[in-house]
Protein backbone atom coordinates (compact mmCIF):
# COMPACT_ATOMS: atom_id res chain seq x y z
CA UNK A 1 0.00 0.00 0.00
CA UNK A 2 1.53 3.63 -0.93
CA UNK A 3 1.53 5.69 1.82
CA UNK A 4 0.18 8.86 1.59
CA UNK A 5 1.04 12.52 1.57
CA UNK A 6 -0.02 15.02 4.72
CA UNK A 7 -1.59 17.09 2.14
CA UNK A 8 -3.25 14.08 -0.04
CA UNK A 9 -4.39 13.01 3.77
CA UNK A 10 -5.80 15.93 4.47
CA UNK A 11 -7.66 16.10 0.69
CA UNK A 12 -9.04 12.70 1.75
CA UNK A 13 -10.57 13.85 4.44
CA UNK A 14 -12.18 16.83 3.08
CA UNK A 15 -13.56 15.20 0.45
CA UNK A 16 -15.39 12.51 2.94
CA UNK A 17 -16.73 15.20 4.85
CA UNK A 18 -17.99 17.20 1.94
CA UNK A 19 -19.31 13.83 0.60
CA UNK A 20 -20.77 13.26 4.12
CA UNK A 21 -22.15 16.24 3.88
CA UNK A 22 -24.16 16.18 0.17
CA UNK A 23 -25.27 12.33 1.21
CA UNK A 24 -27.46 13.29 3.95
CA UNK A 25 -28.65 16.33 2.32
CA UNK A 26 -29.48 15.08 -0.75
CA UNK A 27 -31.46 11.87 0.81
CA UNK A 28 -33.33 14.19 3.42
CA UNK A 29 -32.27 12.83 6.37
CA UNK A 30 -31.60 16.39 7.80
CA UNK A 31 -35.10 17.76 6.78
CA UNK A 32 -36.83 14.88 8.18
CA UNK A 33 -35.19 15.08 11.80
CA UNK A 34 -36.27 18.85 11.49
CA UNK A 35 -39.64 17.57 10.71
CA UNK A 36 -39.99 15.14 13.37
CA UNK A 37 -38.14 17.75 15.98
CA UNK A 38 -41.38 20.29 14.92
CA UNK A 39 -43.75 17.89 15.04
CA UNK A 40 -43.23 17.03 18.54
CA UNK A 41 -43.46 20.79 19.76
CA UNK A 42 -46.39 20.78 17.55
CA UNK A 43 -45.43 22.91 14.40
CA UNK A 44 -47.07 21.80 11.60
CA UNK A 45 -46.18 21.60 7.79
CA UNK A 46 -49.30 21.25 5.62
CA UNK A 47 -48.45 20.84 2.06
CA UNK A 48 -52.28 22.55 1.01
CA UNK A 49 -52.64 25.37 1.99
CA UNK A 50 -56.07 27.23 2.17
CA UNK A 51 -56.94 26.00 5.40
CA UNK A 52 -57.64 28.49 7.64
CA UNK A 53 -54.83 31.28 8.53
CA UNK A 54 -52.24 30.16 10.70
CA UNK A 55 -53.84 31.47 13.92
CA UNK A 56 -56.57 29.44 12.99
CA UNK A 57 -54.54 25.95 12.74
CA UNK A 58 -55.08 23.23 15.79
CA UNK A 59 -52.64 20.94 16.56
CA UNK A 60 -53.72 17.90 18.70
CA UNK A 61 -50.52 17.17 19.60
CA UNK A 62 -50.37 12.95 19.77
CA UNK A 63 -46.93 12.90 19.10
CA UNK A 64 -45.80 15.28 22.26
CA UNK A 65 -48.21 12.63 24.41
CA UNK A 66 -46.21 9.22 22.43
CA UNK A 67 -42.80 10.80 23.45
CA UNK A 68 -43.97 11.41 26.74
CA UNK A 69 -45.15 8.64 27.39
CA UNK A 70 -42.55 6.58 25.99
CA UNK A 71 -39.77 7.96 27.46
CA UNK A 72 -40.16 8.10 31.26
CA UNK A 73 -41.02 4.54 31.06
CA UNK A 74 -37.35 3.38 29.87
CA UNK A 75 -35.12 6.56 31.20
CA UNK A 76 -36.73 7.77 34.47
CA UNK A 77 -34.41 6.52 37.18
CA UNK A 78 -30.98 6.02 37.79
CA UNK A 79 -29.99 2.76 36.59
CA UNK A 80 -28.69 -0.09 38.20
CA UNK A 81 -25.03 -0.89 36.69
CA UNK A 82 -24.20 -4.69 37.64
CA UNK A 83 -20.99 -5.85 37.06
CA UNK A 84 -19.54 -9.54 36.74
CA UNK A 85 -15.81 -9.99 36.27
CA UNK A 86 -14.19 -11.93 33.58
CA UNK A 87 -11.33 -13.66 35.02
CA UNK A 88 -11.23 -15.40 38.54
CA UNK A 89 -8.66 -13.25 39.88
CA UNK A 90 -10.65 -10.73 39.26
CA UNK A 91 -13.71 -11.42 40.95
CA UNK A 92 -13.41 -9.39 44.38
CA UNK A 93 -12.95 -6.29 42.32
CA UNK A 94 -16.11 -6.76 40.58
CA UNK A 95 -18.00 -5.74 43.59
CA UNK A 96 -16.02 -2.53 44.20
CA UNK A 97 -15.91 -1.76 40.47
CA UNK A 98 -19.89 -2.00 40.38
CA UNK A 99 -20.17 0.01 43.54
CA UNK A 100 -17.79 2.78 41.75
CA UNK A 101 -19.51 3.37 38.37
CA UNK A 102 -23.08 3.40 40.08
CA UNK A 103 -21.62 6.26 42.66
CA UNK A 104 -20.44 7.87 39.56
CA UNK A 105 -23.68 7.65 37.84
CA UNK A 106 -25.25 9.12 40.03
CA UNK A 107 -22.79 11.76 41.55
CA UNK A 108 -21.90 13.36 38.37
CA UNK A 109 -25.35 12.97 37.16
CA UNK A 110 -24.49 11.02 34.02
CA UNK A 111 -28.47 10.66 33.92
CA UNK A 112 -29.51 14.45 32.66
CA UNK A 113 -27.60 13.86 29.26
CA UNK A 114 -28.65 10.19 28.75
CA UNK A 115 -32.40 11.44 29.14
CA UNK A 116 -32.04 13.97 26.33
CA UNK A 117 -30.02 11.08 24.13
CA UNK A 118 -33.28 8.92 24.95
CA UNK A 119 -35.15 12.15 23.62
CA UNK A 120 -33.01 11.88 20.36
CA UNK A 121 -33.52 8.25 20.32
CA UNK A 122 -37.21 8.19 20.57
CA UNK A 123 -38.12 11.49 18.37
CA UNK A 124 -34.90 11.16 15.61
CA UNK A 125 -34.51 7.36 15.22
CA UNK A 126 -31.08 7.43 17.07
CA UNK A 127 -28.84 9.79 19.89
CA UNK A 128 -25.21 9.73 19.93
CA UNK A 129 -23.33 10.20 23.67
CA UNK A 130 -19.58 10.47 23.57
CA UNK A 131 -17.85 9.47 26.42
CA UNK A 132 -14.40 10.74 27.37
CA UNK A 133 -11.99 12.15 29.86
CA UNK A 134 -11.83 15.79 30.81
CA UNK A 135 -8.58 17.50 32.25
CA UNK A 136 -8.92 21.08 32.18
CA UNK A 137 -6.36 23.26 34.16
CA UNK A 138 -6.71 27.07 35.00
CA UNK A 139 -3.94 29.30 36.44
CA UNK A 140 -4.64 30.97 39.81
CA UNK A 141 -2.63 33.65 41.57
CA UNK A 142 -1.20 32.33 45.19
CA UNK A 143 -2.10 33.72 48.13
CA UNK A 144 0.57 36.04 50.31
CA UNK A 145 0.32 33.20 53.44
CA UNK A 146 1.49 30.37 50.22
CA UNK A 147 4.53 32.58 49.03
CA UNK A 148 5.45 33.28 52.54
CA UNK A 149 5.51 29.60 53.70
CA UNK A 150 6.88 28.79 50.90
CA UNK A 151 9.87 31.65 51.26
CA UNK A 152 10.17 30.56 54.90
CA UNK A 153 11.12 26.97 54.16
CA UNK A 154 13.31 27.86 51.69
CA UNK A 155 15.33 30.07 53.47
CA UNK A 156 15.18 27.58 56.31
CA UNK A 157 16.80 24.93 53.89
CA UNK A 158 19.38 26.93 52.95
CA UNK A 159 20.54 28.18 56.39
CA UNK A 160 20.88 24.66 57.26
CA UNK A 161 22.89 23.81 54.16
CA UNK A 162 25.03 26.58 55.47
CA UNK A 163 25.73 25.53 58.37
CA UNK A 164 26.33 21.97 57.17
CA UNK A 165 28.34 23.74 54.17
CA UNK A 166 30.62 26.45 55.31
CA UNK A 167 32.69 26.78 52.85
CA UNK A 168 30.00 27.32 50.37
CA UNK A 169 27.98 29.50 52.13
CA UNK A 170 28.87 32.64 49.93
CA UNK A 171 27.78 30.95 46.70
CA UNK A 172 24.23 30.31 48.49
CA UNK A 173 21.86 32.35 46.84
CA UNK A 174 20.52 35.64 48.96
CA UNK A 175 16.89 36.06 50.63
CA UNK A 176 16.11 38.06 47.87
CA UNK A 177 16.87 35.89 45.12
CA UNK A 178 14.58 33.63 46.79
CA UNK A 179 11.68 35.61 46.97
CA UNK A 180 12.69 36.49 43.25
CA UNK A 181 12.55 32.54 42.48
CA UNK A 182 8.93 31.93 43.98
CA UNK A 183 5.98 32.33 41.38
CA UNK A 184 3.02 34.43 42.04
CA UNK A 185 0.90 31.92 40.44
CA UNK A 186 0.43 28.61 39.71
CA UNK A 187 -1.62 25.76 37.67
CA UNK A 188 -4.28 24.32 39.37
CA UNK A 189 -6.32 20.89 38.45
CA UNK A 190 -10.22 22.09 38.04
CA UNK A 191 -11.51 19.02 36.25
CA UNK A 192 -9.73 15.46 35.96
CA UNK A 193 -12.44 12.97 35.32
CA UNK A 194 -14.61 10.75 32.89
CA UNK A 195 -17.27 12.80 31.25
CA UNK A 196 -20.71 12.06 29.31
CA UNK A 197 -22.51 14.29 26.87
CA UNK A 198 -24.99 14.23 24.52
CA UNK A 199 -24.29 14.85 21.04
CA UNK A 200 -26.60 16.21 18.37
CA UNK A 201 -27.45 14.30 15.69
CA UNK A 202 -26.70 17.24 13.35
CA UNK A 203 -23.27 17.78 14.36
CA UNK A 204 -22.09 13.71 13.60
CA UNK A 205 -21.25 12.19 10.16
CA UNK A 206 -20.60 9.09 8.77
CA UNK A 207 -18.76 6.72 6.43
CA UNK A 208 -22.17 6.65 3.90
CA UNK A 209 -21.23 3.39 2.61
CA UNK A 210 -21.65 2.27 6.28
CA UNK A 211 -24.61 0.53 7.91
CA UNK A 212 -23.69 -0.08 11.20
CA UNK A 213 -21.16 2.08 13.20
CA UNK A 214 -19.54 -1.38 13.40
CA UNK A 215 -18.69 -1.22 10.05
CA UNK A 216 -18.14 2.31 9.41
CA UNK A 217 -14.29 3.45 7.95
CA UNK A 218 -14.37 7.16 9.60
CA UNK A 219 -16.63 9.14 11.67
CA UNK A 220 -16.67 12.69 12.71
CA UNK A 221 -17.71 15.16 15.07
CA UNK A 222 -18.95 18.81 14.37
CA UNK A 223 -17.70 21.51 16.76
CA UNK A 224 -18.37 24.97 16.63
CA UNK A 225 -16.07 27.15 18.94
CA UNK A 226 -15.48 31.07 18.83
CA UNK A 227 -12.67 31.80 16.69
CA UNK A 228 -10.17 33.91 19.74
CA UNK A 229 -10.96 30.81 21.63
CA UNK A 230 -9.59 28.46 18.78
CA UNK A 231 -6.76 30.36 18.23
CA UNK A 232 -5.50 30.57 21.75
CA UNK A 233 -5.14 26.90 21.86
CA UNK A 234 -2.14 26.21 22.14
CA UNK A 235 -3.14 21.80 21.04
CA UNK A 236 -3.30 23.20 17.48
CA UNK A 237 -1.05 23.86 15.10
CA UNK A 238 0.27 27.80 15.73
CA UNK A 239 0.62 28.63 12.34
CA UNK A 240 -3.17 26.91 10.91
CA UNK A 241 -4.92 28.35 13.93
CA UNK A 242 -3.17 32.19 13.56
CA UNK A 243 -4.84 32.12 9.57
CA UNK A 244 -7.94 30.89 10.75
CA UNK A 245 -11.05 32.83 8.93
CA UNK A 246 -14.97 32.85 10.86
CA UNK A 247 -17.74 31.04 9.23
CA UNK A 248 -21.02 31.17 9.42
CA UNK A 249 -21.39 28.86 12.08
CA UNK A 250 -24.04 29.71 14.67
CA UNK A 251 -26.07 26.95 15.36
CA UNK A 252 -29.07 28.47 16.29
CA UNK A 253 -32.40 28.23 14.07
CA UNK A 254 -33.87 31.64 13.55
CA UNK A 255 -36.70 33.02 11.55
CA UNK A 256 -35.42 36.34 10.97
CA UNK A 257 -32.24 35.44 8.74
CA UNK A 258 -31.14 39.11 9.37
CA UNK A 259 -31.71 38.73 13.04
CA UNK A 260 -29.35 35.98 12.76
CA UNK A 261 -26.78 36.65 10.80
CA UNK A 262 -26.58 39.97 13.22
CA UNK A 263 -26.20 37.96 16.45
CA UNK A 264 -23.49 35.81 14.68
CA UNK A 265 -21.60 38.93 14.21
CA UNK A 266 -20.90 39.84 17.89
CA UNK A 267 -19.02 36.78 18.57
CA UNK A 268 -16.79 35.22 15.00
CA UNK A 269 -17.19 31.24 14.93
CA UNK A 270 -15.26 28.93 13.03
CA UNK A 271 -16.52 25.05 12.86
CA UNK A 272 -14.01 22.44 13.60
CA UNK A 273 -14.38 18.61 12.76
CA UNK A 274 -12.97 16.25 14.94
CA UNK A 275 -12.18 13.20 12.22
CA UNK A 276 -11.63 9.53 13.77
CA UNK A 277 -10.20 7.21 11.20
CA UNK A 278 -11.49 3.74 11.98
CA UNK A 279 -9.27 1.96 9.48
CA UNK A 280 -5.76 3.44 10.98
CA UNK A 281 -6.90 4.36 14.36
CA UNK A 282 -5.91 7.88 14.09
CA UNK A 283 -7.21 11.13 15.46
CA UNK A 284 -7.18 14.56 13.50
CA UNK A 285 -8.91 18.10 13.87
CA UNK A 286 -9.51 20.40 10.71
CA UNK A 287 -11.36 23.52 10.62
CA UNK A 288 -13.48 25.02 7.87
CA UNK A 289 -12.00 26.71 5.27
CA UNK A 290 -8.42 25.89 6.80
CA UNK A 291 -5.38 24.66 4.27
CA UNK A 292 -4.62 22.29 6.80
CA UNK A 293 -4.43 20.02 9.74
CA UNK A 294 -5.19 21.54 13.42
CA UNK A 295 -4.00 18.66 14.50
CA UNK A 296 -2.03 16.09 12.83
CA UNK A 297 -3.09 12.67 12.59
CA UNK A 298 -2.41 10.84 16.30
CA UNK A 299 -3.19 7.52 17.48
CA UNK A 300 -6.80 7.90 19.04
CA UNK A 301 -5.78 8.62 22.53
CA UNK A 302 -9.01 6.33 24.40
CA UNK A 303 -7.69 2.28 24.54
CA UNK A 304 -11.19 1.19 23.33
CA UNK A 305 -10.98 3.52 19.83
CA UNK A 306 -13.70 6.20 18.86
CA UNK A 307 -15.37 8.11 22.06
CA UNK A 308 -18.91 8.16 20.30
CA UNK A 309 -21.92 5.44 21.42
CA UNK A 310 -24.58 5.45 19.10
CA UNK A 311 -28.50 3.91 20.39
CA UNK A 312 -30.81 3.04 17.66
CA UNK A 313 -34.34 3.04 17.56
CA UNK A 314 -36.46 0.63 14.84
CA UNK A 315 -33.29 -0.40 12.13
CA UNK A 316 -33.98 -0.58 8.63
CA UNK A 317 -32.10 -2.61 6.35
CA UNK A 318 -29.09 -2.15 4.21
CA UNK A 319 -29.66 1.65 6.15
CA UNK A 320 -27.33 3.78 8.75
CA UNK A 321 -29.89 5.97 10.08
CA UNK A 322 -32.75 4.16 11.71
CA UNK A 323 -36.74 5.33 12.28
CA UNK A 324 -38.23 7.09 15.23
CA UNK A 325 -41.33 6.68 16.94
CA UNK A 326 -42.94 9.51 14.77
CA UNK A 327 -41.56 9.18 11.35
CA UNK A 328 -44.88 6.89 11.35
CA UNK A 329 -47.62 8.34 12.37
CA UNK A 330 -46.44 11.90 11.08
CA UNK A 331 -49.10 11.76 8.19
CA UNK A 332 -51.55 10.50 10.60
CA UNK A 333 -50.58 13.28 12.98
CA UNK A 334 -50.75 15.91 9.90
CA UNK A 335 -54.48 14.56 8.86
CA UNK A 336 -55.60 15.13 12.46
CA UNK A 337 -54.77 18.27 12.50
CA UNK A 338 -56.00 19.58 9.25
CA UNK A 339 -59.61 17.34 10.86
CA UNK A 340 -60.07 19.51 13.65
CA UNK A 341 -58.91 22.77 11.76
CA UNK A 342 -61.83 22.33 9.29
CA UNK A 343 -64.06 21.52 12.34
CA UNK A 344 -62.84 24.73 14.10
CA UNK A 345 -63.55 26.73 11.11
CA UNK A 346 -66.63 25.48 9.75
CA UNK A 347 -67.87 26.41 13.42
CA UNK A 348 -66.92 30.20 12.93
CA UNK A 349 -68.98 30.04 9.48
CA UNK A 350 -71.93 28.88 11.25
CA UNK A 351 -73.01 32.68 12.11
CA UNK A 352 -76.25 33.12 11.34
CA UNK A 353 -76.82 35.64 8.42
CA UNK A 354 -80.22 37.25 6.81
CA UNK A 355 -80.97 38.50 3.67
CA UNK A 356 -83.22 41.57 3.51
CA UNK A 357 -84.22 44.74 1.10
CA UNK A 358 -82.29 47.37 1.80
CA UNK A 359 -85.13 49.72 0.79
CA UNK A 360 -87.50 48.36 3.15
CA UNK A 361 -85.33 49.59 6.06
CA UNK A 362 -84.35 53.04 7.45
CA UNK A 363 -81.27 53.20 9.39
CA UNK A 364 -83.25 52.93 13.08
CA UNK A 365 -84.51 49.50 11.19
CA UNK A 366 -81.12 48.64 10.45
CA UNK A 367 -79.15 49.41 13.46
CA UNK A 368 -82.28 47.37 15.25
CA UNK A 369 -81.82 44.47 13.22
CA UNK A 370 -77.62 44.59 13.58
CA UNK A 371 -78.15 44.80 17.19
CA UNK A 372 -77.43 41.80 20.10
CA UNK A 373 -80.10 43.00 22.23
CA UNK A 374 -83.21 40.73 22.85
CA UNK A 375 -86.83 42.03 22.50
CA UNK A 376 -85.88 44.87 20.14
CA UNK A 377 -88.56 45.87 17.79
CA UNK A 378 -87.24 46.44 13.79
CA UNK A 379 -89.61 49.00 11.80
CA UNK A 380 -90.11 48.44 8.53
CA UNK A 381 -90.66 51.25 5.75
CA UNK A 382 -91.97 49.16 2.87
CA UNK A 383 -95.47 48.30 3.94
CA UNK A 384 -96.69 47.29 0.55
CA UNK A 385 -94.11 44.31 0.87
CA UNK A 386 -95.08 40.95 2.93
CA UNK A 387 -92.79 40.26 5.94
CA UNK A 388 -91.55 36.59 4.80
CA UNK A 389 -89.96 38.52 1.95
CA UNK A 390 -88.73 41.41 3.33
CA UNK A 391 -86.44 39.21 5.56
CA UNK A 392 -85.04 35.76 4.83
CA UNK A 393 -82.31 33.82 6.92
CA UNK A 394 -79.32 32.46 4.47
CA UNK A 395 -79.19 28.81 4.13
CA UNK A 396 -75.94 27.22 5.63
CA UNK A 397 -74.05 24.30 4.17
CA UNK A 398 -74.19 21.74 7.13
CA UNK A 399 -70.61 19.74 7.84
CA UNK A 400 -70.84 16.06 7.37
CA UNK A 401 -71.45 13.95 10.45
CA UNK A 402 -69.00 11.93 9.29
CA UNK A 403 -66.24 14.48 10.07
CA UNK A 404 -66.70 14.44 13.56
CA UNK A 405 -66.19 10.83 13.63
CA UNK A 406 -63.09 10.71 11.22
CA UNK A 407 -61.42 12.42 14.05
CA UNK A 408 -61.79 9.61 16.75
CA UNK A 409 -60.58 7.33 13.47
CA UNK A 410 -57.63 9.05 13.34
CA UNK A 411 -56.53 8.93 16.61
CA UNK A 412 -57.41 5.42 16.90
CA UNK A 413 -54.65 4.63 13.92
CA UNK A 414 -51.92 6.80 15.95
CA UNK A 415 -52.93 4.47 18.95
CA UNK A 416 -52.22 1.44 16.55
CA UNK A 417 -49.31 2.76 14.54
CA UNK A 418 -47.27 3.83 17.85
CA UNK A 419 -48.36 1.24 19.88
CA UNK A 420 -48.90 3.60 22.81
CA UNK A 421 -52.74 2.35 24.34
CA UNK A 422 -55.38 4.84 26.20
CA UNK A 423 -54.29 3.29 28.85
CA UNK A 424 -50.47 3.90 29.13
CA UNK A 425 -51.70 7.59 28.37
CA UNK A 426 -54.22 7.91 31.22
CA UNK A 427 -57.18 8.02 29.28
CA UNK A 428 -60.40 5.69 30.47
CA UNK A 429 -61.23 4.14 26.77
CA UNK A 430 -64.73 4.79 25.64
CA UNK A 431 -65.20 1.09 25.36
CA UNK A 432 -65.50 -0.69 28.51
CA UNK A 433 -63.51 -3.51 28.63
CA UNK A 434 -63.05 -6.69 30.96
CA UNK A 435 -59.97 -6.77 33.16
CA UNK A 436 -58.25 -9.44 30.75
CA UNK A 437 -58.84 -7.57 27.86
CA UNK A 438 -57.21 -4.76 29.54
CA UNK A 439 -54.48 -6.96 30.88
CA UNK A 440 -54.09 -8.49 27.18
CA UNK A 441 -53.84 -4.74 25.76
CA UNK A 442 -51.77 -3.69 28.20
CA UNK A 443 -48.96 -6.81 27.33
CA UNK A 444 -48.82 -6.02 23.80
CA UNK A 445 -47.61 -2.57 24.92
CA UNK A 446 -45.44 -3.60 27.31
CA UNK A 447 -43.77 -5.86 24.42
CA UNK A 448 -42.48 -2.52 22.26
CA UNK A 449 -41.32 -0.62 25.39
CA UNK A 450 -39.16 -3.76 26.53
CA UNK A 451 -37.55 -3.80 23.37
CA UNK A 452 -36.82 0.28 24.18
CA UNK A 453 -36.18 -1.05 27.42
CA UNK A 454 -33.34 -2.99 26.21
CA UNK A 455 -31.60 -0.88 24.03
CA UNK A 456 -31.35 1.34 26.51
CA UNK A 457 -30.09 -0.48 29.06
CA UNK A 458 -27.77 -1.93 26.46
CA UNK A 459 -25.58 1.85 25.54
CA UNK A 460 -25.94 2.14 29.79
CA UNK A 461 -23.94 -0.54 30.07
CA UNK A 462 -21.81 0.19 27.21
CA UNK A 463 -21.22 3.47 28.70
CA UNK A 464 -20.39 2.41 32.40
CA UNK A 465 -17.99 0.03 30.67
CA UNK A 466 -15.85 2.89 28.92
CA UNK A 467 -16.10 5.04 31.88
CA UNK A 468 -14.07 2.53 33.73
CA UNK A 469 -11.83 1.85 30.80
CA UNK A 470 -11.03 5.34 31.10
CA UNK A 471 -10.56 5.69 34.83
CA UNK A 472 -7.89 2.35 34.32
CA UNK A 473 -6.21 4.22 31.78
CA UNK A 474 -6.03 7.53 33.22
CA UNK A 475 -6.80 7.97 37.02
CA UNK A 476 -3.38 9.20 38.51
CA UNK A 477 -4.82 10.37 42.16
CA UNK A 478 -6.83 8.73 44.49
CA UNK A 479 -10.41 9.05 44.66
CA UNK A 480 -13.25 8.29 46.82
CA UNK A 481 -16.43 6.25 46.30
CA UNK A 482 -19.49 6.53 49.10
CA UNK A 483 -20.72 3.00 49.75
CA UNK A 484 -24.39 2.14 50.81
CA UNK A 485 -24.17 -0.61 53.56
CA UNK A 486 -26.58 -2.35 55.51
CA UNK A 487 -29.52 -0.51 56.93
CA UNK A 488 -28.88 2.33 54.36
CA UNK A 489 -25.84 3.08 56.12
CA UNK A 490 -23.10 5.52 54.22
CA UNK A 491 -19.31 4.17 53.72
CA UNK A 492 -16.42 6.24 52.14
CA UNK A 493 -13.96 4.24 51.09
CA UNK A 494 -11.04 5.47 48.92
CA UNK A 495 -9.46 3.66 46.19
CA UNK A 496 -6.65 3.57 43.33
CA UNK A 497 -6.51 2.53 39.94
CA UNK A 498 -4.94 -0.68 40.89
CA UNK A 499 -8.38 -1.32 42.77
CA UNK A 500 -10.76 -1.27 39.59
CA UNK A 501 -8.19 -3.01 37.24
CA UNK A 502 -9.36 -6.05 35.39
CA UNK A 503 -11.78 -7.09 32.22
CA UNK A 504 -15.61 -6.85 33.61
CA UNK A 505 -18.92 -7.23 31.70
CA UNK A 506 -21.41 -4.37 32.59
CA UNK A 507 -25.41 -5.27 32.38
CA UNK A 508 -28.00 -2.83 33.72
CA UNK A 509 -30.76 -4.05 36.30
CA UNK A 510 -33.73 -5.03 34.23
CA UNK A 511 -36.11 -2.20 34.57
CA UNK A 512 -34.47 -0.26 37.33
CA UNK A 513 -34.83 2.69 34.93
CA UNK A 514 -38.58 2.00 34.63
CA UNK A 515 -40.51 4.33 37.10
CA UNK A 516 -41.22 2.42 40.46
CA UNK A 517 -45.47 1.94 40.72
CA UNK A 518 -45.90 1.42 44.56
CA UNK A 519 -48.98 -0.77 43.43
CA UNK A 520 -47.29 -2.95 41.31
CA UNK A 521 -44.38 -2.84 44.04
CA UNK A 522 -46.89 -4.29 46.67
CA UNK A 523 -48.32 -6.94 44.69
CA UNK A 524 -45.07 -8.24 43.27
CA UNK A 525 -44.10 -8.66 47.25
CA UNK A 526 -47.36 -10.04 48.18
CA UNK A 527 -47.07 -12.42 45.19
CA UNK A 528 -43.51 -13.27 46.01
CA UNK A 529 -44.83 -14.25 50.07
CA UNK A 530 -47.50 -16.57 48.66
CA UNK A 531 -44.99 -18.01 46.16
CA UNK A 532 -42.38 -18.84 49.30
CA UNK A 533 -45.16 -19.51 51.79
CA UNK A 534 -44.44 -23.63 51.47
CA UNK A 535 -40.45 -23.28 51.52
CA UNK A 536 -40.53 -20.68 54.73
CA UNK A 537 -38.79 -22.65 57.15
CA UNK A 538 -37.03 -25.13 55.29
CA UNK A 539 -35.41 -23.32 52.33
CA UNK A 540 -36.29 -19.67 52.97
CA UNK A 541 -35.29 -17.48 55.65
CA UNK A 542 -38.31 -16.14 57.15
CA UNK A 543 -36.95 -13.32 58.76
CA UNK A 544 -34.67 -12.34 55.23
CA UNK A 545 -38.22 -12.96 53.63
CA UNK A 546 -40.14 -10.47 55.45
CA UNK A 547 -37.06 -7.74 55.56
CA UNK A 548 -37.13 -8.19 51.45
CA UNK A 549 -41.20 -7.63 51.72
CA UNK A 550 -40.42 -4.13 54.01
CA UNK A 551 -37.98 -2.88 51.71
CA UNK A 552 -38.88 -3.63 48.92
CA UNK A 553 -42.89 -4.04 48.77
CA UNK A 554 -43.47 -1.35 51.53
CA UNK A 555 -40.52 1.35 51.36
CA UNK A 556 -39.31 0.45 55.19
CA UNK A 557 -35.71 1.49 55.01
CA UNK A 558 -34.90 0.00 58.28
CA UNK A 559 -37.08 -3.18 58.85
CA UNK A 560 -35.40 -4.45 61.78
CA UNK A 561 -37.16 -2.45 64.25
CA UNK A 562 -40.38 -4.79 63.39
CA UNK A 563 -38.47 -7.73 63.44
CA UNK A 564 -38.31 -10.21 67.11
CA UNK A 565 -34.65 -10.49 68.12
CA UNK A 566 -34.80 -13.95 69.21
CA UNK A 567 -32.17 -15.42 71.23
CA UNK A 568 -30.54 -19.11 70.18
CA UNK A 569 -31.60 -21.88 72.69
CA UNK A 570 -28.92 -23.20 74.01
CA UNK A 571 -29.01 -27.35 75.22
CA UNK A 572 -28.89 -28.12 79.38
CA UNK A 573 -25.46 -29.35 80.58
CA UNK A 574 -27.76 -32.44 82.51
CA UNK A 575 -29.38 -33.55 79.77
CA UNK A 576 -32.81 -32.33 77.81
CA UNK A 577 -35.86 -31.42 80.06
CA UNK A 578 -38.63 -33.60 79.35
CA UNK A 579 -40.63 -31.92 76.50
CA UNK A 580 -43.64 -29.60 77.53
CA UNK A 581 -42.69 -29.87 81.19
CA UNK A 582 -40.46 -27.84 83.74
CA UNK A 583 -37.50 -29.35 84.48
CA UNK A 584 -36.34 -31.47 87.49
CA UNK A 585 -37.10 -30.04 91.24
CA UNK A 586 -34.08 -28.54 92.29
CA UNK A 587 -32.52 -27.69 88.75
CA UNK A 588 -31.69 -24.06 87.43
CA UNK A 589 -33.09 -23.95 84.15
CA UNK A 590 -30.04 -23.43 81.74
CA UNK A 591 -29.20 -20.01 80.71
CA UNK A 592 -30.56 -18.57 77.83
CA UNK A 593 -33.83 -20.89 78.53
CA UNK A 594 -37.38 -18.58 79.56
CA UNK A 595 -38.82 -20.13 82.78
CA UNK A 596 -41.88 -22.23 82.62
CA UNK A 597 -44.98 -20.04 82.59
CA UNK A 598 -47.15 -18.89 85.90
CA UNK A 599 -50.62 -19.85 85.06
CA UNK A 600 -51.39 -17.58 88.22
CA UNK A 601 -48.44 -15.26 88.46
CA UNK A 602 -49.07 -11.42 87.13
CA UNK A 603 -48.42 -10.11 84.03
CA UNK A 604 -48.47 -12.09 80.26
CA UNK A 605 -46.95 -15.54 79.56
CA UNK A 606 -44.13 -15.26 76.87
CA UNK A 607 -45.44 -16.50 73.46
CA UNK A 608 -44.78 -20.30 72.72
CA UNK A 609 -42.22 -21.31 70.24
CA UNK A 610 -44.77 -22.94 68.63
CA UNK A 611 -46.92 -20.24 67.48
CA UNK A 612 -43.68 -19.08 65.45
CA UNK A 613 -43.22 -21.88 64.07
CA UNK A 614 -46.96 -21.91 62.86
CA UNK A 615 -46.25 -18.77 61.15
CA UNK A 616 -43.14 -19.95 59.44
CA UNK A 617 -40.83 -17.80 62.31
CA UNK A 618 -42.63 -14.16 61.72
CA UNK A 619 -43.71 -12.67 64.52
CA UNK A 620 -47.91 -12.57 64.69
CA UNK A 621 -47.88 -9.03 65.20
CA UNK A 622 -45.99 -8.33 61.99
CA UNK A 623 -47.98 -11.01 60.22
CA UNK A 624 -51.05 -9.41 61.47
CA UNK A 625 -49.77 -5.85 60.58
CA UNK A 626 -48.94 -7.24 56.83
CA UNK A 627 -52.57 -8.43 56.11
CA UNK A 628 -54.11 -5.27 57.48
CA UNK A 629 -51.69 -3.40 55.14
CA UNK A 630 -51.85 -5.60 52.15
CA UNK A 631 -56.13 -6.10 52.25
CA UNK A 632 -56.04 -9.55 51.95
CA UNK A 633 -55.71 -12.52 54.19
CA UNK A 634 -51.80 -14.61 54.42
CA UNK A 635 -51.66 -18.01 53.66
CA UNK A 636 -51.28 -20.10 56.70
CA UNK A 637 -46.82 -20.60 56.03
Not at 272 to 301: I, K, N, R
Not at 624 to 630: H, P
Amino acid sequence: MVRKSRSERYENTKERLEMAKRWRHDEGYEGKWQRMIDLYRGKTYWQSGGIGTPNDRISINMAFSTINVIAPSVAVNHPTITVVANREDDRDRAVFVEAIINYMWRHHDYRKPFRRTVKDFLIIGHGWVKVGWKFVEEERKRSEYEVDDEYNTSVDEIDAYAVDNPDLAGELPTNDDVMASIPSVQMEVVEDQPFVERISPFDMFIDPEATCLEDAKWIAQRIVRPIEEVRRDKRFRRGVRQNLQADSGLKVRWENDDERDQYADLIERVTLYEYYDLEEGLLSVCAEGADDYLLDPTPMPYNFGHPFVLIRNYDIPDTFYPMGDLEAMESLQEELNKTRTQMVNHRKRYARKYLYHERSFGPEGREALESDDDGRFVPVVDENRPLGEVVVPLPQVPLAPEMYNHSTMIENDINTVSGVSEYARGQMPEIRRTATEASIIADAGNARASDKLAMVEICIGEVGRRVIQLMQQYMTRDQMVRITGKDDQKHFVAYTRDDILGEYDFEVEGGSTQPLNETARRQQAISLMNAMAPLVGMVVDPAELARYVLQYGFGVKNPEKFLVQQQPAMPPQGGPPPQGGPPPEGEVPPQGMAPPAMTGGMGPAPIPDQVFESTGGVPPELLTQLQNQMGMELPNM
